[in-house]
């Protein structure tokens, strides 16, 4: 499985998103661009985040084509897209944390 870590964080920033009531269920998207490798990964379609699990999350190209995963991913992925694209100060850097 590609990208360990990065899906591993957007599972666990998923839930903390719910527990700090900034968003609910199946909402919200978040994702992650690993510009060296080219590789976004971002969470899937309409599964609750505490139901998520690191291999859920789906690998994509900067144009959409799944590299990894068996679930759909998110209807936003044109969106975080194209920041990704249009931001090449967007890199993943920093571990982060929600209070």
């Not at 985040?49 to 936003?76: C, H, Q, W």
Request: charged letters at 30%; one cysteine or more; aromatic letters at 8%.
């Amino acid at each position: 499985m590609q990208m360990v870590e990065e899906r591993a964080l957007l599972v666990e920033f998923g839930k903390k998103m719910v527990n700090s009531h900034l968003t609910k269920g199946t909402g919200g998207n978040i994702s992650i661009y690993n510009r060296d490798k080219n590789i976004l990964a971002i969470t899937p379609s309409g599964i609750d985040y505490f139901e998520t699990k690191p291999e859920d999350i789906v690998l994509l190209d900067p144009n959409g084509k799944v590299i990894e995963s068996s679930r759909k991913a998110s209807s936003e992925f044109m969106m975080h897209s194209i920041f990704y694209k249009n931001r090449k100060d967007t890199r993943y850097r920093c571990r982060c944390t929600l209070s």
